[in-house]
């Protein structure tokens, strides 16, 4: 592999971390009588492999499943697999982990939330001499994980020594008014990794403010270092969030954060996550220097529900249609695109896009993945995109609160969707399908001829009430048959002879159902469509997955009875699933 480090590279700096103790804080932590044992005892068959498919099983693991153990400053007690555990295996191990800098390339620093300053009255004095001890037992507790956190990254950014890193950083203060000791830890830690960061190719930086101004010297020092040059980084996800931003009007000339150049240069830039869009920041080129048309992954997140009076669907963090149609166009090259809208808090009705005039389609040749989540885009949004090669497609746009109008346009977005593209999808999810009626939900099926994993999410009998406008074919108190998989929708996707009937979706091979009621289907219809696509020579039925709020009684005999049949059940699973709210034991896995 072009990446793979000789575990008997005898790099410089290999005798540096074994001589310098306090880049081993873990194996200090060893009782002196474990430190001062060779621990060779024999440790069967996975002591006779060569080093290189032992450091392989090794990457494997750590990579998969560990974090940087000293993430919030957990030294004592890391978690299962983490490279300083394989590395108090013995002392064979110990070289091999410490002579193997892929070993040490994800780096996780979470700092802890800061403790909160307390007031108190003149008349509070033992009150306020027990909260002061508890301040400074906390400020002595906060202190000691931000020690451990900068020296263990240290250790970690030097075993990992010239080998491109992982970096997550998180910072989620709840405290509005930190106390002013903390600013000279953080302040260091940011600066350990902007040493390293011409190595980073892949990071994830999520901060959560309460307020911009107590904070900003967390950002004082990244802003010294601009700009700030990643030449390998490939994937960044970027999630900054404040509870109480400023308002654009208020970045004025002198303003502390005012950028002469621009913060970030990301010349091999390939993913990029925002979280929220904040589109004064995503356009500005003196913030970052996206290579948007070298992009192949973009997902645009939304603005998070927070506390305070921040209304995350304002202007100010969200991304419209028209501007994420400007985002498009200027990423020609894009395989994979996510775009989650904004919605409001409780029971505020969704903001409902116009439709989209005058603008000219987007030709996007690569893209083979589309999602679009969160509130409605704009219902003509697919004349607006030309993608002949697109084959993904999830449909999560929320219906909950919206009129009945908007529901009407809802409906026809998916049929747009279905009717553009259904020809040439293989993988689709629908979300909120009830607002196609059963007919038109037939209908979308038609146009899905190549389909080959469906997802649908469908609702109970829908009410039109009579404080609503009704939709131009239903009157008030009228009900409306909402899309659903039923016993008339499985037989349909049941294999038969054309004389029989018509057969639908014949290269599917997962199904997967929510349903918000009972199955509305028979056992029998069930075990009928599984045995009949169990039995097709070509694209046979691989996974079924069904989930609802209540449960059968006759799960075991549905595994009986397609047994009985003489069913193929070998790869194959079919899966009934309850809510996890009702029963979180309840789970049956046929085959």
Known sequence: ATNHVSPHNTHPATTVIRNQPHLCPAMDTLPVEHQSKDAEAPLGPISSLPTDLLLQIFLARVHDSADLHISNGSLLKPPPATPVILSHVCRSWRTLALDSPLLWTKIVAD???????????????NEALKQEDAEEKDRVRWMTVMEALIDGTKAWIARSRAAPLYVKFSFTPSNRQPPSWIKGAIEELVAVFLGAAERSEDVFCLIHLPSLEPYRFLLSRILEATPLRLPILRRIYLAFHLEDPPSPGSYTAGHPLQLTGPLF?????????????WPTFLFDPSIINVPWSQLTTLYLDHCHQLSGEFQPNSQLSRLDTRRLLKVLRASPNLSSLIYHSSAPWGNAPLDEESILTSEMPVFLPNLHSLSLLGSPSAPNLPSCISAPNLRELRLYEESRNLPQAALLRKKKQIIAWTNAYGHQMTLMELGECSVLSKQEFIQCLRRLPVIEHLTIRAEGEIEVGSHRDPPPHLGAGDSHEP???????????????????????????????HYYGDYPFNRETLVRFVECRRREVENRIENVWMHAPRRWTDNEGIRAELERRGVDLMDFQITLYPDFSNDQSFAVLIC
């Open 483 to 513: 899309a659903v998989v039923d016993d008339e929708i499985l037989k349909l996707l049941t294999p038969r002879d054309v004389a029989d009937g018509e057969f639908l979706l014949p290269k599917l091979r997962t199904l997967c159902v």
């Open 265 to 277: 240069d990301t010349p091999s830039l390939r993913f990029l996550d925002l979280s929220p869009t």
């Open 111 to 125: 700092i802890p939330d800061v403790p909160c300053n307390t007031s108190h009255g003149p008349n509070e004095a």
